[in-house]
Each structure stands twice: as structure tokens, then as C-alpha cells.
């Protein structure tokens, strides 16, 4: 030991096992991660290929190009869109700027395993609500909110059960909720979510102040190599996202 103290909290925090933990075995297929099996679209590359030239410049912090092209995609004001390096970004970010010691954050188990990391790095407490027959049960969720809540996470469809609750039930939860808990609604598979149309998640948007929709291009796109991920929400959420992250 070195004798630095570190966190404390890191304590409860599990370290990432990493493929190369398992030894070097070329044949071992990763179906952890979820990746497509396909590289990126053409177009992409091509974009890529013709920024290369540009390395040598910082990107722009504030992501003025994605965010209206999504802005654009989604129909929503640019002022509500936020880009991050991955959704885990945002998501990390998000816990920086809602929760705190004493603080509590529920969420759905077994859900991603990024969760309950929000929690230990804050300090937050987390409950856990099991899932009902492999589905989010947001009833049993709803009656965890307290004062304390500050943050609620919806994965849906869900990592790693693949299983989804309808938009009207989304809709139903996020309004039986008080307004001062946020809302994190993580969609990184929703182009997969056979209950839904992709739009409807973002329709609920101008419903509900508290709601965060939260997307990336990793899974469908097949770009998670790229680190994009993006999240509509108020503006007030991009803002206070803004204020703790990196630029």
C-alpha cells in the first residue's frame, strides 16, 4: 500500500472485469457488451475519414452540430438536447447534479450496471426495487419515492432482461410522481422496444418537466467505438449537466 487514502466510497464500487482478466484466447465471444456484430454505416465512416485532417483542434464543447441535427430529428428545441461521450456520461453527470449524501435513488434490479455506481460516487442511497416476472414494476417503485428521492431510473426496454413497459404506463409513472424528482427514462435499446414507436417517449417531454429521455448511437447505430450518446430534456437539466462535466 502506497498510504493514500482514497474515496471511501470506492469501497462499495466493484471494478469492471476486464476481457483481459480471462486471458488472451482469441475465441472467446463478448456478449457482454451487446455490440453489433456489423461495423458502422458507410456515411459514417466517410464523415469520420473527413474530419481526420482536423485532429489537431479541440472539438466543439458545446456539440453545436449533433445537437441541432438531433434537435432537428427529435423536434425539439436544440436548448434541450445534451451530448455527451456515451449516455454513461450524461448519466454520471446527472448523478453528479441531482444527488447527494442523504439523498436516495431508485431504480429497478437487475437493471444496468451503471446504476448503483450513481449512487456510491454520490453518496446517494440506493433502493433497489426487484423486478415483477422479469418486468419493471413501477408501482412498487412509485411507492419507494419519498422526499429523499431525487432521482428515479426507468431502463426500458431493460439491460440486461430485455423485457419493456408500455408508453402509457411510462406516462401514468412519471405523472404520479412529485415534481422535484427527475426522471431518467434510459432508452440505448428502444429501436428494439416492440411496444413503441421511438417518438412516443419524446412526445411525453412537454407532459412532464421532471422527464429525461436518454438515448445513444452504441447499439443500433453500431457506433459505440464513436462514444455518442445524447439526452432531451429541459433546459434547466442540459445546464446543470453542463456546469459538473468536463468540456
Given at each position: 500500500m502506497s498510504g493514500v487514502e482514497f474515496n471511501r466510497r470506492l469501497e462499495s464500487i466493484p471494478v469492471y472485469p476486464a476481457a483481459e482478466s480471462y486471458g488472451e484466447d482469441e475465441g472467446l465471444i463478448k456478449l457482454a457488451s451487446n455490440e453489433t456484430p456489423w461495423g458502422p454505416p458507410p456515411a459514417v465512416i466517410g464523415a469520420i475519414q473527413g474530419?481526420?485532417?482536423?485532429?489537431?483542434?479541440?472539438?466543439d464543447p458545446a456539440k453545436s452540430v449533433l445537437r441541432r441535427r438531433i434537435a432537428e430529428r427529435s423536434d425539439v428545441p436544440i436548448s434541450k438536447v445534451v451530448?455527451?461521450?456515451?449516455?454513461?456520461?450524461?448519466?454520471?453527470?446527472?448523478?453528479?447534479?441531482?444527488?447527494?449524501?442523504?439523498?436516495?435513488?431508485?431504480?429497478?434490479?437487475?437493471?444496468?450496471?451503471?446504476?448503483?455506481?450513481?449512487?456510491?460516487q454520490s453518496g446517494a442511497r440506493a433502493v433497489e426495487v426487484p423486478l415483477a416476472n422479469g418486468v419493471h414494476d413501477?408501482?412498487?417503485?412509485?411507492?419507494?419515492?419519498?422526499?429523499?428521492?431525487?432521482?428515479?431510473?426507468v431502463c426500458n426496454p431493460n439491460n440486461p432482461t430485455a423485457t419493456a413497459v408500455g408508453i402509457d404506463e411510462i406516462d401514468a409513472f412519471v405523472a404520479s410522481l412529485p415534481r422535484h424528482v427527475a426522471v431518467i427514462l434510459d432508452e440505448a435499446y428502444v429501436e428494439f422496444n416492440l411496444l413503441q414507436d421511438p417518438g412516443e417517449s419524446i412526445d411525453l417531454l412537454s407532459k412532464h418537466s421532471n422527464l429525461v429521455v436518454l438515448r445513444t448511437f452504441s447499439k443500433v447505430y453500431g457506433l459505440c467505438g464513436l462514444r455518442a450518446g445524447y439526452a432531451l430534456g429541459t433546459e434547466e437539466f442540459r445546464l446543470a449537466v453542463d456546469r459538473v462535466r468536463q468540456p
Open positions: 474530419q481526420l485532417e482536423t485532429l489537431n483542434r479541440y472539438p451530448v455527451g461521450n456515451g449516455s454513461c456520461e450524461i448519466l454520471l453527470a446527472a448523478g453528479d447534479a441531482l444527488l447527494e449524501p442523504g439523498a436516495e435513488i431508485v431504480y429497478a434490479w437487475p437493471s444496468f450496471s451503471m446504476y448503483p455506481h450513481l449512487a456510491a413501477l408501482e412498487a417503485m412509485a411507492r419507494e419515492v419519498n422526499a429523499a428521492t431525487r432521482l428515479v431510473l
